[in-house]
């Protein structure tokens, strides 16, 4: 059975930078598409971006693009999530999920969520 584990993050200042790791074990990853979710306090879980198995397609939430980047390496069974220029308001828990192949604009689509890390913005 895949599981994900979500690692990297912490308290920066706004304007700087982390990069979250989703590692998976019990499965390769090679066949499944990986999502970043958030979710902050009092608010629902939200679809961040995501990558495809392949790696050649990939999307992003309008509020984060130019900022945030997706990338996998398959032989490490590890997606990440390159966070710059962060702001105040991507304040929230991050999670990983998988969805076989393709990636989705539903929730409900993927499986096997990890933990979740922390990431707070604060000066």
């Known amino acids: 059975q895949l599981q994900l584990v979500e690692s990297g993050g912490g308290l920066v200042q706004p304007g700087g930078s982390l990069r979250l790791s989703c590692a998976a074990s019990?499965?390769?990853?090679?066949?499944?598409?990986i999502g970043w979710f958030r979710q902050a306090p009092g608010k629902e879980r939200e679809g961040v971006s995501c990558?495809?198995?392949?790696?050649?397609?990939?999307n992003y939430q309008d509020s984060v693009k130019g900022r945030f980047t997706i990338s996998r390496h398959n032989a490490k069974n590890t997606v990440y999530l390159q966070m710059n220029s962060l702001k105040p308001e991507d304040t929230a828990v991050y999670y990983c999920?998988?969805?076989?192949?393709?990636?989705?604009?539903?929730?409900?689509?993927?499986?096997?969520w990890g933990q979740g890390t922390q990431v707070t913005i604060s000066s």
């Open positions: 999920a998988e969805r076989l192949r393709s990636c989705s604009r539903t929730l409900a689509d993927f499986h096997s």
């Open positions: 019990g499965f390769p990853l090679d066949y499944y598409a």
């Open positions: 990558i495809s198995s392949s790696g050649d397609i990939t």
